[in-house]
């Protein structure tokens, strides 16, 4: 099982009850998690030119070891005023299968 509190991921051992891995990021993420095979995904902060905006960023952790990856992020059309010319905003993450292949 794994879960999020802020900046903070947790993964637990259901049979019996020790934390797997613990980690600590340099980012808030959002509580709302959803999962496939070895991964779960979830919203975050940015972690680079984005953090001045208020946006989010999908995030893909690898629950084995607790990697993060940042994958899918909103565009912003930064030469037309910024955050108030979004193109686009990640509000959640759902993967599924269809036809033996991963789809987000």
């Given at each position: ?12 051992n ?22 496939i ?6 919203m ?40 108030v010319n ?19």
């Amino acid at each position: 099982m794994t879960y999020q509190v802020r900046s903070r991921s947790y993964c637990v051992n259901l049979d019996n009850g020790t934390t797997f891995w613990k980690k600590r990021y340099n980012r808030n993420f959002k509580n709302l998690l959803t999962g496939i095979d070895n991964y779960i995904f979830l919203m975050g902060q940015p972690k680079d030119t984005l953090q001045n905006y208020d946006t989010c960023v999908g995030n893909e952790i690898n629950i084995n070891v607790g990697e993060i990856k940042e994958f899918l992020v909103t565009n912003i059309d930064f030469n037309s005023g910024g955050e108030v010319n979004k193109i686009t905003e990640i509000g959640y993450i759902k993967p599924f299968r269809r036809n033996g292949n991963i789809y987000i």
